[in-house]
């Protein structure tokens, strides 16, 4: 028997990825529907020597995993809509003070607590823009288990390679179906480890100034060097600053270590693209609905293609551009009322020509609604 072939939900991936990668600390609260994933947390980590907290609440949650960061810690908690809410203002705080962890949003259906459990995709603007401020911010999402193990250590990587939260933005249905999943040796996925400051105890240290090659040192709580945190726009010692010169460094900073680095971050799956007159963009478990129609559709002959989002912000402008030059038609698939829908609309050059395959009902999209779409827009000759 195969120990690393298992057949198990997708939050339980996540679980497994996340330990993989090294985490050692998880702080969260149960809510529908990624309770599963604190519920495994808390029978893996304690036997591998790491700490599980169930906090108070979704604000006390994340709070805690920004303190077990600072301590040098690979941390997580995961959440849903109502939670993930509660959690934004902790968000922004740790954008700013640049501290490295991965908070999963498993998404449910309908705003305030909705539909708990059943699907849905509406947090995808709120994950981009959910804190208050400019900023820019990593979310990743998956539509297979093996996708989703792969994405969460990526997570996990890029976390530490520009010292900032990184969002996993999960749906439900990925969430608790049961899908064969293998799991990587040890090694066989690179990890990025924490980049810590090689100055000495008595030597000036400088915790928020970057190195040429863009990324910063961090030096531990309880460590050599001390250095002070906080939320107030600051200097290159960590000092609130109302400087205007260094005020507009730092939001420089923040915005370009991400939004500079879109070709590095970008994740996309791509089918059948090189001869696609109609492209269906999706993400999620929405884009297993929307290839299924690609590879049904291609069988009897008709050009059709698939772009798989990985990486939902920074958004690819580039990609979609590049990738949908000679559609004719570019179909956005979605549970929600068109939110990459826009940022698609963007990109290419062509907007009238985009047009959404959505369900916002909490009910799972299928084949024949995007089918249904495609049928109008033929029918129409648009």
Not at 10 to 24: F, I, P, Q
Not at 114 to 129: E, F, L, N, S
Not at 208 to 227: A, Q, W
Not at 340 to 360: C, G, H, M, W, Y
């Amino acid at each position: 028997m195969n120990e690393n072939l298992k057949f198990i939900q997708g939050n339980e991936v996540c679980v497994e990825a996340a330990l993989y990668t090294g985490l050692d600390f998880f702080a969260g609260y149960p809510i529908t529907p990624s309770t599963e994933i604190m519920e495994h947390m808390a029978k893996r980590l304690p036997k591998i020597g790491g700490k599980f907290l169930q906090m108070e609440d979704e604000i006390a949650s994340l709070c805690a995993i920004i303190g077990a960061s600072l301590t040098g810690h690979k941390v997580m908690t995961a959440t849903s809509g109502p939670g993930f809410s509660l959690m934004q203002e902790a968000l922004g705080y740790a954008i700013v003070a640049e501290i490295p962890c991965v908070i999963v949003n498993v998404q449910r259906g309908g705003s305030s607590t909705g539909i708990p459990t059943h699907v849905g995709q509406g947090d995808v603007m709120q994950a981009r823009w959910g804190t208050h401020g400019d900023h820019a911010i990593i979310v990743m999402t998956a539509s297979n288990h093996q996708d989703v193990f792969a994405i969460t250590v990526d997570a996990f990587n890029l976390a530490e390679t520009y010292r900032t939260p990184v969002i996993l933005l999960f749906d439900e249905v990925v969430g608790h179906m049961r899908e064969r999943i293998f799991i990587p040796k040890k090694g066989e996925i690179p990890l990025v480890e924490r980049l810590r400051a090689s100055v000495k105890r008595g030597v000036d240290f400088h915790p928020y100034l970057p190195r040429e090659d863009g990324r910063l040192p961090i030096s531990d709580f309880g460590g050599v060097n001390r250095h002070n945190v906080t939320g107030l726009a600051h200097d290159m010692w960590g000092f609130p600053s109302d400087n205007p010169q260094v005020v507009h460094g730092l939001i420089r900073h923040l915005v370009d270590k991400i939004q500079n680095n879109t070709h590095k971050i970008a994740k996309y799956k791509e089918y059948y693209l090189q001869d696609a007159r109609t492209i269906l963009i999706s993400y999620g478990s929405a884009a297993r609905s929307a290839l299924h129609v690609v590879e049904n559709r291609r069988s009897r002959g008709e050009k059709l293609g698939l772009l798989e989002l990985q990486t939902l912000w920074p958004f690819p402008y580039y990609l979609v551009q590049e990738k949908c030059a000679d559609a004719k038609y570019v179909v956005v698939v979605e549970m929600n009322m068109g939110q990459i829908l826009q940022a698609v609309k963007v990109s290419v050059d062509r907007p009238e020509r985009v047009f959404l395959a959505n369900r916002i009902d909490g009910v799972f999209i299928t084949p024949t609604d995007i089918r249904n779409i495609l049928r109008l827009i033929e029918g129409k000759g648009v």
